[in-house]
T-cell receptor, first 113, second 112 residues
Framework: DAKTTQPPSMDCAEGRAANLPCNHS???????VYWYRQIHSQGPQYIIH???NNETNEMASLIITEDRKSSTLILPHATLRDTAVYYC??????????????FGTGTRLTIIP | ETGVTQSPTHLIKTRGQQVTLRCSSQ?????VSWYQQALGQGPQFIFQ???????GRGNFPPRFSGLQFPNYSSELNVNALELDDSALYLC???????????FGSGTRLTVV
């Protein structure tokens, strides 16, 4: 499974854009990048995913570099409810060839009032 | 659509005992994956079930086993509990080759 590297923690002021980086230098050509977040003691929540192109949805934007070795999750206007652990995941495969998610330790994002 | 529900939410067991955790998939999803999340760590993949058969397994011993039922709900069984099995156990449902996993809120297991 391709590994991801994220900073362990980040702070962001409320109302500002939060930019969360992720390195995935060993990613293969057909592997997607997924972002999930986990608010304290809850299950992970899907945010966004992408393969090559930049993606945007109602929650966030995902910017993937042209060489696909890194990406950035952007929360455009962070609120206090965005305080969570954010996981960048390269979707891997089970030994049966089906897809699975391999989590790292994530980035703990704290939104400061 | 209903989400993923897990039961129980909390559980305390004694070392050496056996435990069964339950998961109901999101409507329309045919695949269930189980994850173990120790305190301060990211979730670790245990195994995945599709069509009532194990469809992939992480680095967990055989005392971790599972079942999937025709309605796609699932159970995780852990035998001979050890103190290190204390964790949040997460169930996620998906389509087999689909994009996006829906997680439940987990079962917090404490082994004493």
């Amino acid at each position: 499974d391709a590994k991801t590297t994220q900073p362990p923690s980040m702070d962001c002021a409320e109302g500002r854009a939060a930019n969360l980086p992720c390195n995935h230098s060993t990613i293969s050509g057909n592997e997607y990048v997924y972002w999930y977040r986990q608010i304290h003691s809850q299950g992970p929540q899907y945010i966004i995913h992408g393969l090559k192109n930049n993606e945007t949805n109602e929650m966030a934007s995902l910017i993937i570099t042209e060489d696909r070795k890194s990406s950035t999750l952007i929360l455009p206007h962070a609120t206090l409810r965005d305080t969570a652990v954010y996981y960048c995941i390269v979707r891997g495969f089970t030994n049966f060839g089906n897809e699975k998610l391999t989590f790292g330790t994530g980035t703990r994002l704290t939104i400061i009032p | 659509e209903t989400g993923v529900t897990q039961s129980p939410t909390h559980l305390i067991k004694t070392r050496g005992q056996q435990v069964t955790l339950r998961c109901s998939s999101q409507s329309g999803h045919n695949t269930v994956s189980w994850y173990q999340q120790a305190l301060g760590q990211g979730p670790q993949f245990i195994f995945q079930y599709y069509r009532e058969e194990e469809n992939g397994r992480g680095n967990f011993p055989p005392r971790f086993s599972g079942l999937q039922f025709p309605n796609y709900s699932s159970e995780l069984n852990v035998n001979a509990l050890e103190l290190d099995d204390s964790a949040l156990y997460l169930c996620a449902s998906s389509l087999l080759q689909g994009n996006g996993y829906t997680f439940g809120s987990g079962t917090r297991l404490t082994v004493v």
